[in-house]
């Protein structure tokens, strides 16, 4: 079975710095998709960015940006340039590839603070 | 076109009684996806469901919990004789076809109390 695993319960980060998010996850596949999702106040899971593990080339959203090490199993998110509306609960979150159906595999998350 | 809808957005249930979740898919997707999210936990995959049929239930305890996804209208999430470990965020997501490439659309979740 795959596991996700985020072993940061908590960070914080000042205004306009850098923070990195650490997840790592266990599978035997080769074909799968890896993602983060933003989870603020309001409880709303919202898709931040998403990485298939058959590139090569990190994937980015504006200020967001992963660090996908596939040898090592690694997933790391980096919000550069932090705003006070990052601040949230993160996921990361794991899915199968090839044709099998989508469900999500979710790590424990991680809170972010961002203080001004 | 409307996000997931789901309702209600808090339920309040004593122990014992039914608790009905409900969860609106957006506009053109089939296939719908259960989680619950316990107090200071991530999601948990429950169910997984198409139209009238139900894929994976792989995640739903075995006993009280229910859900349907009928040809019209929502996916209905049931949870019997509720006991106070129900007490939960329940998520509704939903995927257009072909779902395996296409991402999860989550709705705001249904916070279910039990007292």
């Known amino acids: 079975a795959q596991t996700v695993t985020q072993s940061q319960p908590e960070m914080s980060v000042q205004e306009a710095e850098t923070v990195t998010l650490s997840c790592t996850y266990d599978?035997?596949?080769?074909?799968?998709?890896l993602f983060w999702y933003k989870q603020p106040p309001s409880r709303q899971m919202i898709l931040v960015i998403r990485?298939?593990?058959?590139?090569?080339q990190n994937a980015t959203e504006n200020r967001f940006s992963v660090n996908f090490q596939k040898a090592a199993k690694s997933f790391s998110l980096k919000i550069s340039d932090s705003q006070l509306g990052d601040a949230a609960m993160y996921f990361c979150?794991?899915?199968?590839?090839?044709?099998?159906?989508?469900?999500?595999?979710f790590g424990q998350g991680t809170i972010l603070t961002v203080h001004p | 076109n409307a996000g997931v809808m789901q309702n209600p957005r808090h339920l309040v249930r004593r122990r014992g009684q039914e608790a009905r979740l409900r969860c609106s898919p957006m506009?053109?997707?089939?296939?719908v996806y259960w989680y619950r999210q316990l107090p200071e936990e991530g999601l948990k995959f429950m169910v997984y469901?198409?139209?009238?049929?139900?894929?994976?239930e792989s995640g739903m305890p075995k006993e009280r919990f229910s859900a349907e996804f009928p040809k019209e209208g929502p996916s209905i999430l049931r949870i019997q004789q509720v006991v106070r470990g129900d007490s939960a965020a329940y998520f509704c997501?939903?995927?257009?076809?072909?779902?395996?490439?296409?991402?999860?659309?989550f709705g705001p979740g249904t916070r279910l109390t039990v007292t």
């Open positions: 979150a794991y899915r199968r590839g090839g044709t099998s159906y989508g469900k999500l595999t």
């Open positions: 469901l198409q139209k009238e049929n139900i894929i994976d």
């Open positions: 506009k053109g997707h089939s296939h």
């Open positions: 997501a939903s995927s257009p076809p072909p779902e395996w490439i296409n991402e999860q659309y």
């Open positions: 990485q298939e593990a058959y590139k090569q």
């Open positions: 599978t035997s596949e080769s074909d799968y998709y």
